[in-house]
């Protein structure tokens, strides 16, 4: 039975919970739902989740489990040597699981009858897998087919396995619901215990991937400074990858090309953004915000490659034609200030929308207070709502920084992507976030520090833009009660 | 009514500050305020009572004009400070709340500290020379608001950490050190205990040697303890205007005694 039949059986199940659930209380009080505790549709949902959820978690135990046993029972077939070597063990692991499931696809594709896969003789193996399409690289060891055979046994009995007790599991579940089903059970308060579980889980998920996230990078990283000093990562002046050897990876480079950029971008978005939502929120009529505000939120939408484009053909050579050359500042088109004005266009939405959901939320007594002193708008504004606002706008500022500098495609295409230490910011300079990207594309050696180096990168980014959100999150709790 | 403590009533002079005449207000389609015309005079507590939505909250925004900040709101009619009117073309709404100043139901002090919500007037219209001067304004409007030898000690803390009846008699420090020559008051005490509700009408009581204050309330009782004057609203008509005294015992209109007695409001 395959995992989406066994998912529609248990989900009958559950409903048959439901309704069964329900009808009993409903027939124990004689159809006065007064007389129970909860509503009788509590009683149904209580029967449905006991039918399901106990189930359900068995499956996934077992789908993850299975792999796991399957392999140490196959591992018997392999030859001493592979089974000790670990990379060799996973290799020979993926071959074996390849041969079995091409045994199946062969099976069900009529080229191997079923009776005979048993009494397969290894050299025909690679020829008849051809014909249903699963192409093998070498012909198959006596060995490995063995283990596929035995691989391909145990898994449909752990199938069949799978199946029955997943739905014994589910019926039991749903037993036990029936019995516990009285007028005076508390289903009410059973069904929304699992919603909180369900919600604890929601809340999780995302930090767990976070975990996991910096687990995997952290790992990399070690082994990356393993290999390479870590001082002179992030104290070397010269980043020069070479993918044959003999490089060197100083850190500052990528460094100051990030913060440059996105210095250049928050000194275009800040004020901007700002300003923005200074007009939106305190001078503009309501029905020139309901034209304005959608306007300048579909720049967020804009793909960030559409505004490479932009950097690289439009505002590049303008500001290498007007500006760079004139002032005698260099002559490329892709610099600095190109990337930084375009990444600060991309943030003005970020900035003006969030800044302009603050200013909205400072009482309008404080504005009335303000103006009944015979304050202009103006002066009510700079000396009254910015100041209450301000947290949050600082908060805004910091979040659309973590953003500037996690930009990767509008500074490829911008800014370039030579690692250079300068101050001028009409020359070519690049982010992290770029290199982690040269770093791993193309043909890459997991083990060399021309690629692991990427993920000494990213974890260095993720540390700067993590201080960058605490920050964000600090200024904005500390001062959040000033008006309240 | 038998708590009524009769204050001083006799009103030390008699020249007219606002002059209001036939005054109508318009929110949209709603008529707000029907032909009302009273005459403050200076140097008094006017009261402005009445039952809710009867119009006495509109008239008083009507008078520092703080209805201009409504799209949908329409005023007619001869609102005269001084003999001017203040809906001429030529008068500027910000100097005039400047002159009339106004403190509001809610206490709303700036998130800021004390000494700058209460400077923040004199800042913004230059009243003051140096810092002496400005240190001098702000010690004197919180000694008049009753407020200073709370705070001294904490000029520098924000004025949001106060209680509620102290950051009220704030805000009217902070009113009234713009020198203003009118002051209006919208429910200034609705929002506090008893205790604090004392402090501010005893407060109120000082303030009218300085200048003219006009108090909305919905508390006759606060009304007969701390003005000289009271007007009685209600649908927008103003039904009686007169000395407190007066209204309170002998009112001419059947309207206005049937709301002192509680049968109507």
Known sequence: MSVLLLLAVMAAIGAAGYIFCRGRVMAQVGGNPRELH??????????????????????????????????????????????????????AMADIRRVASGLDLAVAGGAIPAQDVATISPGEVRARLGTVGVALGSDVTPETLAAAITWRDQARSGLIGRSVVVILVALAGLAYALMATKPDFRARNRVEKVVLGGLIAASTVAILTTVGIVASMLSESFEFFGMYPWTEFFFGVTWSPNFSGGSTFGFLPLLWGTLYITLVAMLVAVPLGLFAAIYLAEYASPRARSVIKPLIEVIAGIPTVVFGIFALITVGPFLRDWLAQPLGLGNSGSSVMTAGIVIGILNIPYISSLSDDIINAVPQSLRDGSFGLGATKSETVRQVVLPAALPGIVGAGLMATSRAIGETMIVVMGAGAAAKLSLNPFEAMTTMTVKIVGQLTGDTDFGSPETLVAFALGMTLFVITLCLNILALYVVRKYREQYE | MNDMRIVERTVDTHDVKIDAKDVNVHYGTSHALKGVSVAIPDKTVTAFIGPSGCGKSTFLRCLNRMNDTIASCRVDGLIALDGEDIYDRRVDPVQLRAKVGMVFQKPNPFPKSIYDNVSYGPKIHGLTRNKAELDEIVESCLKKAALWNEVKDRLHSPGTGLSGGQQQRLCIARAIATSPEVLLMDEPCSALDPIATAQVEELIDELRSSFSVVIVTHSMQQAARVSQRTAFFHLGNLVEYGETGQIFTSPQDPRTESYISGRIG
């Open chain 1, 38 to 91: 909860s509503l009788p549709g509590y009683y149904g949902w209580n029967g449905a989740i006991m039918a399901t959820l106990p189930a359900l978690a068995v499956m996934v135990v077992w789908l993850i489990a299975q792999p796991l046993i399957l392999e140490s029972r196959v591992v018997s077939h392999l030859p001493e040597a592979t089974a000790a070597e670990p990379a060799a063990r996973k290799l």
